[in-house]
């Protein structure tokens, strides 16, 4: 499973996570901070310390790889009893200004539905893509 830290894209600084959020981990900030705010954007994107607001949760696609991906939003639907499906719009470091959308969910507090196929029935599909366009102000064209 892939480890999330903060990281600031503009001078790359790595703040520790707990200096960043009250949640120990990223499926706690999920679970306790981001969902229960109504997917609040701004909860994504920090103040670092050369003051830019670019401090974003940042991981790598996978284990041994260079590539740096950060997160631009996160958006998901009402937790079904622990179920938690989201969509997340992030970036690559290496090519910025293409977006992917990555649908991920979690059980919980757990991370590990954040590495796994997140499989969704079509009007389950339709209502993520109407809270993510809600939540952004953007559309998935």
Known sequence: MPRYWWQCISCGDRPAWLTVCQSRSI???????????????????????????????TYRFRRGDPERISVKHIVG???DGDYLPMLWETFRHSSPRTTWMDL?????????????????EKAQLVRLLRAYERATGSTTK
């Open 27 to 57: 499926a706690a900030f999920i679970w306790d901070e981001l969902a229960p705010s109504g997917w609040d954007q701004g909860l994504l994107r920090r103040r670092c310390k050369c003051k830019r607001r670019s401090l974003r949760i």
């Open 77 to 79: 639907l009402a937790p």
């Open 104 to 120: 991920k969910y979690q059980r919980g507090r757990s991370p590990w539905g954040l590495s796994k196929r997140l499989v969704l």
